[in-house]
T-cell receptor, first 115, second 112 residues
Framework: GAVVSQHPSRVICKSGTSVKIECRSLDFQATTMFWYRQFPKQSLMLMATSNEGSKATYEQGVEKDKFLINHASLTLSTLTVTSAHPEDSSFYIC???????????FGSGTRLTVV | ELKVEQNPLFLSMQEGKNYTIYCNYSTTSDRLYWYRQDPGKSLESLFVLLSNGAVKQEGRLMASLDTKARLSTLHITAAVHDLSATYFCAVSGGTSYGKLTFGQGTILTVHP
């Protein structure tokens, strides 16, 4: 089945630095990638939607200059958290339509800790 | 704005018992999803419900969809400890592969 590989699975960074998270579709073409953030004990909140070759669409309240999304190819979408702060510490998950039966495939998630 | 509400948010069950998790949503949608999440892990797809009256079953879990009532249920039969997890329902916003709006999640704990 469709697989989205997400890396890294865990990252600890210092406050003020940037972190890049990658999501690759391994056996299908992901023209769209959804990026979610999940704080502990909470639900998934959509941050942005990226489409290959065009600018990402950000949800209300999400800073597009802080969370940079690039979707330059049909198999790779990246999220860069710039100038990270402790409040950015969260679980980030990407998801793409899997192309079968209206399903979605989720990456394995990235646990970001900013110290 | 599409809203998705689950209840209960916390569910403590004894092994062998039955229970139902409810998912209500606020606007018309024909696609509803159920996911399982284990601690520290990403989402595992359980069911995709695509039409009114859809019913799907896998093992001890059965999901149904009533689009007229804007309600989906996830029924647990004879719960076992391995079912302990957080369960989310999610609704698609209308376009063919639109963004998903998630419910708050139901934390299920199954006790011996």
């Amino acid at each position: 089945g469709a697989v989205v590989s997400q890396h890294p699975s865990r990252v600890i960074c210092k406050s003020g630095t940037s972190v890049k998270i990658e999501c690759r579709s391994l056996d299908f073409q992901a023209t769209t990638m959804f990026w979610y953030r999940q704080f502990p004990k909470q639900s998934l909140m959509l941050m942005a939607t990226s489409n290959e070759g065009s600018k990402a669409t950000y949800e209300q309240g999400v800073e597009k200059d802080k969370f940079l999304i690039n979707h330059a190819s049909l198999t790779l979408s990246t999220l860069t958290v710039t100038s990270a702060h402790p409040e950015d510490s969260s679980f980030y998950i990407c998801s793409a339509p899997s192309g079968t039966n209206y399903g979605y495939t989720f990456g394995s998630g990235t646990r970001l800790t900013v110290v | 704005e599409l809203k998705v509400e689950q209840n209960p948010l916390f569910l403590s069950m004894q092994e062998g018992k039955n229970y139902t998790i409810y998912c209500n949503y606020s606007t018309t949608s024909d696609r509803l999803y159920w996911y399982r999440q284990d601690p520290g892990k990403s989402l595992e797809s359980l069911f995709v419900l695509l039409s009114n009256g859809a019913v799907k079953q896998e093992g001890r879990l059965m999901a149904s969809l009533d689009t007229k009532a804007r309600l989906s249920t996830l029924h647990i039969t004879a719960a076992v400890h391995d079912l302990s997890a957080t369960y989310f329902c999610a609704v698609s916003g209308g376009t063919s592969y639109g963004k998903l709006t998630f419910g708050q999640g139901t934390i299920l704990t199954v006790h011996p």
